[in-house]
């Protein structure tokens, strides 16, 4: 047996391996769909700026949904909220093929993000109550499934659309398969991490939650790192072909080199945490995504770019779940609540990342926007100095 598993139950490597599965199932279903973005715009006949008020139909039902996720989950356990959130993310889910109007298309999504962002926090507590049988950090390996999953699931999204296969099929076949899938390991997943009757109204009570200046620090940390991604995501390719002159196909490599990079740093990621401990981690990873990322823009070459995007991949990679470790961590909050917290904070910055930076660029340049995610990553590194230590916050 491997020495890093020695000492750990069977059952609770095997709930580890379930749990992975449900994370990249979930990022899987979601990127499925953003191919299929493009046909529907055009079947609904709306211009570009409807289609990102629509769009927004998702992210809001994920924020409604976050905070109501933590006391529930924290009230009956990560378990069974996972089948129940399951069954609504991957029920709902061909609605979105069915869809006629901007209206039904934004509830659709509303409703779906809604269930896509409370399975989100009950992984994250089950992923929790895993780490917590372990003697070495392993969320890291969760978050690398997700990335994984999202780029599977993307790439069936575009073989599908080639195939002429209907959104509607595509998502009623993916998300009976997520159904199917959470509810056939479920009976493998760990429990116990429900609050006990006696401190459930201590623990569960949402009203203060986020007047906790520790949550609040956890959720700015990882707001900048989900600010980063997502523009990244959106203006990576931009970058490179309107600015370094490269060829469209060439343009898409900027986001493949982040996401590619994104998922070995958290591949290596539990390794690094367990060995250096999350501060050293987090602070050194992002200190070094300034530099370079910084070099890059200077440089202003595309190898010098794609150098400069996958180190700003590698150097957000452990953020995320370094930030759900530490919050689930802290005395007196459950750890589901902790965790729809810091979602909460930080969800936005995701969304924001592609409209601040555009935001920038018209009025200044497109470069000169870009800045921004370098200072974000020095950002990153104070924050980590002052906030994390070993595997609790300070």
């Known amino acids: 047996m491997p020495e890093a598993t020695v000492g750990v139950p069977a059952a609770v490597r ?30 609904l006949g709306v211009g570009d700026g409807v289609l990102g008020l629509l769009l927004l139909g998702a992210p809001i039902g ?47 999504l509303m409703v779906w993000g809604a269930f896509q962002s409370a399975l989100d926090v009950a992984m994250n507590a089950q992923a929790v109550l895993v780490e917590r049988q372990y003697d070495r950090p392993v969320m890291s390996s969760f978050h690398g499934f997700w990335s994984l999953g999202g780029f599977v699931g993307a790439g069936v999204g575009a073989l599908t659309v080639g195939a002429n296969v209907g959104l509607t099929v595509q998502m009623l ?22 609050a006990e009757e006696a401190d459930a109204h ?33 203006w990576a390719a931009i970058y490179l072909r309107d600015w370094l002159g490269t060829t469209a196909s060439f343009a898409g490599a900027g986001y493949s080199v982040f996401a590619v990079a994104m998922f070995v740093g958290r591949g290596l990621g539990d390794r690094w945490v ?11 990873l992002s200190v070094l995504a300034a530099v370079v990322f910084a070099a890059g823009l200077a440089v202003a070459q595309p190898w010098a770019a794609l150098l400069g995007f996958a180190a700003l991949g590698l150097g957000v990679a452990c953020a995320v779940p370094v930030v759900f470790s ?13 965790i729809a ?13 592609p409209t601040v930076i555009g935001g920038l660029s018209e009025a200044v340049t497109l470069p000169f926007a870009l800045i921004l995610l370098p200072v974000l990553c020095a950002a990153i590194g104070l924050g980590a100095r002052l906030i994390l230590r070993g595997r609790r916050v300070t």
């Open 14 to 43: 095997t709930a580890r391996r379930a749990t992975s599965l449900v994370f990249g199932m979930h990022a899987g279903l979601f990127a499925a769909w953003t191919p299929h973005i493009p046909l529907v715009k055009e079947r």
């Open 62 to 108: 994920a924020l409604l949904a976050i905070l109501a996720a933590g006391p529930m989950i924290a009230r009956w356990g990560s378990r069974p909220m996972m089948m129940i959130t399951a069954a609504g993310y991957g029920g709902v889910s061909f609605l979105l093929g069915l869809a006629g109007s901007g209206v039904a298309l934004f509830l659709a």
């Open 173 to 194: 076949v993916l998300g009976v398969l997520l159904i199917v899938v959470v509810f056939g390991v479920n009976r493998v997943l760990l429990t116990g991490d429900h």
């Open 202 to 234: 201590a623990k569960v009570r949402t009203r203060d939650v986020l007047r906790d200046g520790r949550l609040l620090a956890l959720g700015a940390l990882m707001f900048a790192a989900l600010l980063c991604e997502g523009a990244a995501a959106d």
């Open 274 to 284: 367990a060995r250096y401990g999350p501060r050293l981690v987090v602070g050194g």
């Open 326 to 338: 530490s919050a689930a961590e802290l005395p007196e909050r459950h750890a589901a609540q902790s």
């Open 341 to 353: 917290a810091v979602s909460a904070i930080a969800w936005p910055g995701f969304l924001l990342g």
